[in-house]
């Protein structure tokens, strides 16, 4: 798994998927910077008119609901039903899962089209999965493991691979879980690292389409690397946010293989 990794990393650099996003309106700069940065090619698109011909000539689809209102819902769903019909990979995030009726609603719609992989912080998760999980806004009022059940819950009854992020990112597929012990505490403080979790989870997604499970565990595994890294140049959020999209773009095999702290456990 270590050196498949890096491969994964080289492979989307080499690769430079398009990324069709659908996301929210704070983040969706740094979204598109962040995939830059990793190799991949972005283009952000809602309108109605053109979102099939973009997911169907995009490797794969990113659908956050950050910031939703009725136009973009109905972007949402006809973007994920014509990933689900065309067989390619989409992503889901489902930022404020549990926070409104509008979230709960538009989410439990977009599920029935099938994602190829959720990523959301544990609360997120756990509210996905009515498992009594309260949303604190954006932000996640419990640990990623404790979010282990409903992710397990998900995938069996849908598929999905189901990222759990926080401290530890937790990636549960079937009979399998990785765990990922990289990142900062202070990359909380930097607005949308998840959504970029999700985008990257998309593009490496869409440069390995067989293999999303790896695919979500490289992604993963470069955000929290990256991130690790550019805390030590960091004097706060703000530079933070710049050394990371820098790390991104110039991280090593050696830096890589040296911060990586991966763990497999099966079933
Ligand atoms: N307590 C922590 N310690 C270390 N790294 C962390 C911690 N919390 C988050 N991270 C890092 O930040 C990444 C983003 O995860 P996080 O769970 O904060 O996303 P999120 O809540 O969806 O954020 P947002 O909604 O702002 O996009 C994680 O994958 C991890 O690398
Ligand atoms: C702060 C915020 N509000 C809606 S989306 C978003 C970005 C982080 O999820
Ligand atoms: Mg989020």
């Known amino acids: 798994m270590r050196e498949s990794l890096w491969k994964s990393v080289l492979q989307l650099r080499q690769n430079s998927p398009l990324v ?50 009725e136009y973009w819902i109905e972007s949402m769903y006809k973007a994920a039903a014509k990933a689900q019909q065309l067989g ?15 979230r709960n609603t538009t989410v439990a719609q977009l599920l029935k089209y099938k994602p190829t992989v959720i990523r959301g912080n544990a609360s997120e998760i756990m509210a996905l999965a009515n498992a009594g999980g309260q949303t604190k806004g954006v ?4 640990q990623s493991v404790e979010a282990v059940a409903s992710a397990k819950w998900f995938n ?38 998840g959504c970029i979790a999700t985008a990257l989870i998309g593009a490496f997604v869409a440069s390995e389409p067989d293999n999303a499970t790896e695919a979500t565990a490289a992604a993963m595994a470069l955000l929290g690397i990256a991130g690790e890294i550019a805390v030590q ?28 702290k991966v763990t497999i456990e099966n079933d």
């Open 20 to 69: 069709h996003n659908i996301t929210n309106y704070v983040v969706m700069n740094n979204t598109a910077n962040a995939l830059l940065a990793a190799g991949a090619s972005p283009i952000m698109a809602h309108a109605h008119a053109e979102i099939e011909e973009m997911v169907s000539i995009c490797g794969a689809t990113v659908i956050n609901i950050g910031t939703l209102d």
């Open 88 to 102: 390619k990979p989409w992503v889901l995030d489902p930022v404020g899962a549990g926070a409104s009726n509008l």
């Open 139 to 142: 932000d996640s009022t419990h």
């Open 156 to 193: 069996e009854n849908t598929g999905a691979v189901v990222c759990i992020s926080g401290a530890t990112d937790v990636i549960v597929s079937a009979n399998q879980k990785i765990l990922i012990d990289n990142g900062d505490v202070m990359m909380t403080k930097v607005t949308g690292l």
């Open 233 to 260: 140049k960091a004097e706060g959020p703000g530079s933070l946010q710049m050394h990371l999209l820098d790390k991104l773009y110039n991280i090593t095999e050696d830096e890589f293989n040296t911060y990586l």
